[in-house]
């Protein structure tokens, strides 16, 4: 034990209390604050009062979010040449300053690699080439297929039910692929991608279901200039607003199988390492929304005056600054453990990684929320930051699985577990 001969103030940064970062850490996450304040605050609020297709017009401030991002170079390849611990701890930080800044932003900016990481993890150097340059998405969810796209075990459906194939399906045939129907208006990216990384039921020759009635899927990466694609109006949306989402339509489009990444065997398994290495990216995002709100309360509590004094005067207003100061530590402190755990396990879930996001989001609405209600009458007003940020976190509730289908998931996978014995010792 260290004893120290004064009473000082607690060691605090960006990232609250953190142990001393390293100096690469500082160089980081002081670039990464820079950009989120300077460039994702600004350009976000900007796009939130945009109408969608204004957002994505060829002349939209959108486009310059991505290009400045790019000049930060810390894509994936980064992070891979760090031993796995230290990549871990410096995506923590890089993921909630991007959210300090804006989540809708911070979700783009990393959906739109999503392809071609994909790609690198399979080694094709095809497809990679295919993705270099463009602007990606992550096309999962379908207008009759939301939290159904989730389901990954037969126990999870009713018995006897055939199961939700969707509205998107492909035909797989020799050397080449079919696609028809259409992704869900929700897609990430969906209104401006340029190459899409498709998750969708697939007729092998045997038909869209298995035996146990749950679908046969494919996994492939799927470029949107092609004949046969098209695309609806862009989403029009309470909360992040700056993160283009939209419908995308395939009628007959025909790709080589080769663009394939998973098929029937192997789609599963896939599925939940994307999904798992996915979900990681709300957690941190959402942690730094909470920082962020947490922030504008601080701040305005030492500005704001009721009952002939400033908010921090009050007793209340300090228990309340408390709650929502702990509440961001604990979202931290899970976002963390959750990308650990995503990262470096040599079994990882997405039912697992998808109670990260479930704590972080809703810690943070909490935090929001209380923030929202300090501000007052304020809070309403597009004029206060809190206004957006209350919007732009209701919609994490549901973003990347509903929370409580997410939990309801969770618990089947115990019962898995405990039937293989964990708990019984």
Same mark, same amino acid.
């Given at each position: 034990?260290?004893?120290?001969?004064?009473?000082?103030?607690?060691?605090?940064?960006?990232?609250?209390?953190?142990?001393?970062?390293?100096?690469?850490?500082?160089?980081?996450?002081?670039?990464?604050?820079?950009?989120?304040?300077?460039?994702?605050?600004?350009?976000?609020?900007?796009?939130?009062?945009?109408?969608?297709?204004?957002?994505?017009?060829?002349?939209?401030?959108?486009?310059?979010?991505?290009?400045?991002?790019?000049?930060?170079?810390?894509?994936?390849?980064?992070?891979?040449?760090?031993?796995?611990?230290?990549?871990?701890?410096?995506?923590?930080?890089?993921?909630?300053?991007?959210?300090?800044?804006?989540?809708?932003?911070?979700?783009?900016?990393?959906?739109?690699?999503?392809?071609?990481?994909?790609?690198?993890?399979?080694?094709?150097?095809?497809?990679?080439?295919?993705?270099?340059?463009?602007?990606?998405?992550?096309?999962?969810?379908?207008?009759?297929?939301?939290?159904?796209?989730?389901?990954?075990?037969?126990?999870?459906?009713?018995?006897?039910?055939?199961?939700?194939?969707?509205?998107?399906?492909?035909?797989?045939?020799?050397?080449?692929?079919?696609?028809?129907?259409?992704?869900?208006?929700?897609?990430?990216?969906?209104?401006?991608?340029?190459?899409?990384?498709?998750?969708?039921?697939?007729?092998?020759?045997?038909?869209?279901?298995?035996?146990?009635?749950?679908?046969?899927?494919?996994?492939?990466?799927?470029?949107?200039?092609?004949?046969?694609?098209?695309?609806?109006?862009?989403?029009?949306?309470?909360?992040?607003?700056?993160?283009?989402?939209?419908?995308?339509?395939?009628?007959?489009?025909?790709?080589?199988?080769?663009?394939?990444?998973?098929?029937?065997?192997?789609?599963?398994?896939?599925?939940?390492?994307?999904?798992?290495?996915?979900?990681?990216?709300?957690?941190?995002?959402?942690?730094?929304? /909470? !920082?962020?709100?947490?922030?504008?309360? *601080? $701040? @305005? =509590?030492?500005?704001?005056? &009721?009952?002939?004094?400033?908010?921090?005067?009050?007793?209340?207003?300090?228990?309340?600054?408390?709650?929502?100061?702990?509440?961001?530590?604990? /979202? !931290?402190?899970?976002?963390?453990?959750? *990308? $650990? @755990? =995503?990262?470096?396990?040599? &079994?990882?879930?997405?039912?697992?990684?998808?109670?990260?996001?479930?704590?972080?989001?809703?810690?943070?609405?909490?935090?929001?929320?209380?923030?929202?209600?300090?501000?007052?009458?304020?809070?309403?007003?597009?004029?206060?930051?809190?206004?957006?940020?209350?919007?732009?976190?209701?919609?994490?509730?549901?973003?990347?699985?509903?929370?409580?289908?997410?939990?309801?998931?969770?618990?089947?996978?115990?019962?898995?577990?405990?039937?293989?014995?964990?708990?019984?010792?």
């Amino acid at each position: 034990m260290e004893l120290k001969t004064e009473l000082s103030l607690p060691a605090a940064g960006l990232t609250g209390f953190e142990p001393p970062l390293t100096e690469l850490e500082v160089s980081v996450q002081e670039t990464v604050h820079r950009f989120a304040r300077d460039v994702l605050r600004p350009i976000g609020r900007e796009l939130d009062r945009m109408s969608p297709e204004d957002a994505i017009a060829p002349d939209s401030p959108y486009y310059t979010v991505l290009a400045k991002a790019a000049e930060l170079g810390m894509d994936p390849s980064f992070f891979e040449e760090l031993e796995p611990e230290v990549a871990v701890r410096l995506e923590s930080i890089v993921g909630e300053e991007l959210g300090w800044g804006d989540p809708g932003l911070a979700v783009s900016m990393s959906v739109a690699g999503f392809p071609m990481m994909m790609a690198q993890a399979a080694g094709n150097q095809e497809l990679i080439d295919l993705c270099t340059g463009k602007i990606g998405c992550w096309m999962l969810t379908q207008p009759d297929r939301g939290s159904d796209v989730g389901t990954m075990y037969a126990d999870e459906w009713p018995a006897g039910a055939p199961g939700n194939k969707g509205n998107l399906t492909a035909v797989v045939s020799g050397d080449e692929i079919v696609i028809d129907g259409q992704c869900a208006a929700w897609v990430s990216n969906g209104a401006v991608a340029q190459v899409a990384l498709c998750y969708i039921a697939a007729d092998y020759g045997n038909g869209y279901l298995r035996d146990d009635q749950i679908p046969n899927g494919l996994a492939a990466i799927v470029p949107l200039d092609l004949p046969g694609v098209s695309r609806g109006a862009p989403l029009d949306k309470a909360g992040q607003r700056p993160l283009p989402q939209g419908e995308v339509y395939f009628d007959n489009v025909r790709i080589p199988r080769r663009f394939a990444i998973a098929e029937q065997d192997g789609y599963y398994g896939n599925l939940s390492s994307a999904w798992s290495y996915g979900g990681t990216l709300m957690c941190q995002v959402f942690t730094g929304v /909470a !920082r962020s709100a947490f922030e504008l309360a *601080l $701040a @305005y =509590a030492h500005e704001r005056k &009721q009952g002939g004094v400033k908010l921090i005067e009050h007793q209340l207003t300090r228990y309340r600054l408390g709650e929502m100061g702990r509440r961001v530590e604990m /979202a !931290r402190a899970m976002a963390r453990r959750s *990308l $650990a @755990y =995503a990262r470096t396990s040599p &079994q990882t879930h997405a039912y697992v990684t998808a109670q990260g996001k479930v704590n972080v989001t809703e810690q943070a609405m909490k935090v929001v929320r209380e923030s929202f209600q300090m501000f007052g009458g304020n809070a309403t007003s597009r004029e206060y930051p809190i206004e957006k940020i209350f919007r732009d976190t209701c919609s994490a509730l549901i973003e990347d699985g509903e929370n409580y289908v997410l939990s309801l998931r969770m618990g089947g996978l115990l019962s898995q577990l405990y039937e293989t014995g964990w708990t019984q010792n």
